[in-house]
């Protein structure tokens, strides 16, 4: 029996894969304690969870695009949690004395703590912005971005040479694989394990699915709610002709769709793993979460990328074949429906779909995390 | 063959090329205006551009070879203003 700390932000995205690790952990007999904002990891977890409470901070610049968005991430967002997340991180390395930390790859106090301490630990790559270094054909934004990272390990007082917080040394666990990273080699120590879906309970009027036409699920995520209306709108206009032959499932803003045309099932959320089984595409902001369970479903994909990773994912789900980008701001509705009839229509998208799914269903997931984990603590004795 | 400027509203139309999309032309696009603030261009629509623009305007053109040496600020900041000048330099013989 070992002891895992699992430090992770309060996004979706991130913290849903870690909970599936815990899971995973707690099942195989081991103890898990986590550090983050209580507000959000106690609803998440239960009152039985073991939680070392930081501070937190809401992520509000959101209505942005492009590099702007991703400056906004690190300056607004990354950095200053980071900085909050440091006190409790070190409580909880100290209250708890974990046999290993498990990092979320952007909760940087978690990397420089267990650093601090001596800890093995792990880094838990959810996203697709640094692993296959998309940056690099922007050198000098790469740069920038180091240089905030650098600049937060040094106001921490980690100054080693070396010493890299969004990549463990000992062991990075991803959760994608080749089908989308492409054949770009990775060191020994980086585990791609694929998809870790985490079942949440959740509400859907199951009887309002018509089993005579193809179902199509429209979500644009969690952090996106500033700008989904206008999207959800135009998604919306792009169904209604369709109505003989397709249902849409849009998850909008509450209000956004008040008068859905008779095709479209307008709800604020969804179960999403109990739902993809009934589906036949997905039109998505191309969160990786999303896209990698519809993949495992076999299901071909619309993207229409925001910002942040969500560029870097539609662009690997283009390459392997699984789906079709389109752009976010300005797809009118004949071009999200023109889009979306091809993902329909044509097999190949299905295809791909299904391969890149088998990849990423067969790379073990949330066992596989687990099996290497624990792997990591006689190394450390 | 001697180039003529490219203007902003060149620059609409080789965006309104590049992207399929014939909204461009009557955005109102000037030399002020922001490639990602203001029309939401993502990084492929910059590969795009920059194909249209070295066919259009020689192959001295490299405009992902530009945004690539920008700094962070830059390329925020990148305006359509920016890209002509950009341009009519290449065009003239002196890129930088």
Known sequence: ?381 | MTAEQMTADDFAAALAAATGDESMLTAGITAATLLEGDLCLDSLDLAALGALLRDRYGAAVDLPGYVAGLEIDGIIGLTAGEVTDYVNRCQAGRPR
């Open chain 1, 1 to 381: 029996m070992s002891r895992y700390l699992i430090v992770t932000l309060p996004l979706t995205g991130h913290a849903h894969r870690a909970v599936a690790i815990a899971d995973e952990l707690t099942a195989r007999g081991h103890e898990v304690a986590w550090c983050g904002p209580e507000s959000y990891f106690r609803p998440l977890l239960g009152p039985d969870a073991t939680v070392f409470p930081t501070g937190t901070r809401l992520f509000r610049d959101q209505a942005r695009h492009g590099i702007a968005a991703l400056k906004s991430l690190w300056q607004q967002y990354l950095i200053p949690m980071g900085r909050f997340m440091l006190p409790a991180a070190d409580r909880a390395v100290l209250g708890y004395r974990p046999d290993i930390v498990v990092v979320d790859q952007h909760a940087l106090a978690g990397a420089v703590t267990a650093h601090r301490h001596g800890l093995p630990w792990a880094t838990l790559v959810t996203g697709a912005m640094e692993l296959t270094r998309p940056l690099m054909a922007l050198p000098l934004v790469d740069a920038w971005v180091r240089a905030q990272v650098a600049s937060f390990c040094q106001a921490a007082g980690v100054t080693d040479a070396g010493f890299e917080p969004l990549f463990s040394p000992y062991l990075v666990v991803a959760f994608t694989t080749r089908a989308l990273t492409g054949e770009q080699p990775f060191p020994g120590h980086y585990a791609l394990v694929g998809a870790a879906p985490l079942a949440r309970p959740g509400d859907f009027a199951w009887d309002l699915l018509d089993p005579a036409r193809r179902k199509v699920l429209i979500t644009v995520g969690t952090m996106a709610d500033g700008l989904a209306g206008d999207f959800c709108q135009r998604a919306a206009a792009a169904v209604a002709p369709l109505a003989g032959s397709v249902q849409a499932i849009i998850v909008a803003p509450s209000g956004v769709l008040a008068d859905p045309p008779g095709n479209v099932l307008a709800v604020p959320s969804v179960p999403m793993l109990a739902l993809l089984p009934w589906l036949d595409a997905v039109i998505s902001h191309g969160g990786m979460n999303t896209v990698s369970e519809a993949l495992v479903h076999s299901l071909p994909l619309v993207l229409a990328p925001i910002r942040h990773d969500q560029p870097v994912v539609a662009a690997q789900v283009v390459r392997a074949g699984a789906g079709i980008r389109v752009p976010f701001s300005r797809v009118s509705p004949g071009q999200l429906r023109e889009a979306l009839l091809r993902a329909l229509d044509d097999p190949r998208y299905r295809r791909a779909a299904e391969q890149a799914g088998g990849s990423l269903a067969a790379a073990g997931g949330a066992p596989a995390a687990a099996a290497r984990l624990e792997s990591l603590v006689p190394a450390a004795r």
